[in-house]
């Protein structure tokens, strides 16, 4: 059975897409720590992150890299968080999480933002790419 995230892959379910590749795909998380949080993914459906080919994986990471760069030039922050949890959802994923305290980290504080607000941050973002 494909992951929510293969969905979103073949277009099945919408987000809020900040970038794209041939092999990885960013967009904001819709249950966010922090407004701009963003999950980066490989469009392979692998499970775990250490499973991936180096390569694939060194990717991942670049790719993160760059979608890290942008949200920090976007959103104001003290930095970006990395996080790789991999228990929610059985897909590989990264967490680019803007910080301003470190329970902006522990997934328990979320933010709320309207529909309107989410397509005007990933735009944002998109432009700083």
């Known amino acids: 059975m494909s992951s929510i995230f293969t969905k979103i892959v073949n277009g099945e ?7 794209e ?3 990885y795909l960013a967009f904001l998380d819709v249950n966010p720590n922090a407004k701009g949080h963003t999950l980066c993914i490989s469009k392979q459906e692998i499970n775990k992150i250490f499973d991936m080919e180096e390569d ?14 942008a949200i920090e030039k976007t959103v ?14 059985p897909h590989v994923h990264v967490h680019l999480i803007p910080l301003h305290d470190m329970d ?4 328990q504080r979320k933010a709320t ?4 607000e989410f397509e005007s941050l990933a735009k944002s973002i998109q432009s700083n790419l």
């Open 76 to 89: 104001p922050c003290k930095r970006i968080g990395v996080a790789v949890v991999g228990l929610e959802v």
């Open 13 to 19: 379910i919408p987000a809020y897409k900040i970038a």
């Open 104 to 107: 902006d980290m522990r997934f």
């Open 113 to 116: 933002l309207t529909q309107e």
């Open 21 to 23: 590749d041939d092999r």
């Open 56 to 69: 694939h994986y060194l990717g991942l990471m670049q790719f993160a890299r760059k979608v890290a760069k």
